[in-house]
């Protein structure tokens, strides 16, 4: 009883107050998104590791992209304005979101389609999930997609402009001089994307930057 009592009056301390606070703006100042909420389990951390009084607390980083799932947050504790001490700490974070989904098989290579806004909890994925039908113009998926399944950034990817066995012309640029070049395409690629292309003249492989459906150019 005397244990548990010392326990619960570590956790209620103004430090662990901080701690909490200081972890809470850091993921809302860094992943927040519309419609969506938090959810924090501070019971992973052990608060005999921190000390009973502290000034401030910074997040100095956390140990992946994204905060889902079990993570280490790195807290830098101050006293008097300097550093104390740095400790790492372990915090359970979900998040609870209109994210969107697709209600279809979806296909490599096929625009996304048949999507709606559902609430679902996020609690392991390295990335945050798409909430906006706008972010999906010009994208395709990029991967097989399951009826059901939440859309996240890696999923998709542009529609390409030019695919694998293309004609383009190529543009050489030499100073003020611009040589072209026939070219045959060697892998798929999006405006602006940097591709492997072939000059059938010379036989040789070259990257290319690549400016629209019939061109590419060499910088």
């Known amino acids: 009883m005397i244990t548990y009592l010392l326990a619960l009056t570590i956790i209620c301390t103004p430090a662990s107050d901080k701690v909490e606070q200081a972890?809470?703006?850091y993921v809302q100042g860094n992943f927040a998104i519309d419609n969506a909420?938090?959810?924090?389990?501070?019971?992973?951390?052990?608060?005999?590791?921190?000390p009973s009084e502290l000034d401030s607390v910074k997040i100095?980083?956390?140990g992946k992209d994204s905060p889902f799932g079990t993570t280490?947050?790195?807290?830098?504790?101050y006293n008097d304005g300097d550093l104390a001490k740095a400790i790492p700490v372990s915090v359970g974070v979900t998040?609870?979101?209109?994210?969107?989904?697709?209600?279809?098989?979806?296909?490599?290579?096929?625009?996304?389609?048949?999507?709606?806004?559902?609430?679902?909890t996020i609690t392991g994925r390295n990335e945050m999930p798409l909430t906006d039908l706008t972010l999906l113009e010009g994208k395709q998926a990029r991967k097989y997609i399951r009826p059901g399944s939440i859309i996240y950034p890696s999923m998709?990817?542009?529609?390409?402009?030019?695919?694998l066995g293309d004609k383009v012309k190529i543009l050489i640029e030499k100073g003020s001089i611009i040589v072209t070049a026939d070219g045959l395409v060697r892998q798929k690629g999006s405006t602006g994307d940097i591709i492997r292309v072939v000059n059938t003249g010379s036989k040789k492989t070259i990257?290319?930057?690549?400016?629209?459906?019939?061109?590419?150019a060499v910088r």
């Open 23 to 25: 972890i809470r703006t």
């Open 37 to 50: 909420e938090f959810q924090y389990d501070f019971r992973r951390i052990n608060w005999s590791l921190l």
């Open 60 to 62: 100095f980083r956390i």
């Open 72 to 77: 280490i947050f790195t807290l830098g504790i």
């Open 95 to 120: 998040l609870s979101v209109d994210a969107l989904v697709t209600r279809t098989t979806i296909n490599v290579g096929d625009k996304l389609q048949d999507l709606v806004l559902e609430n679902r």
């Open 156 to 163: 998709i990817e542009n529609i390409p402009v030019l695919k």
């Open 207 to 216: 990257k290319a930057e690549i400016i629209d459906s019939l061109t590419v």
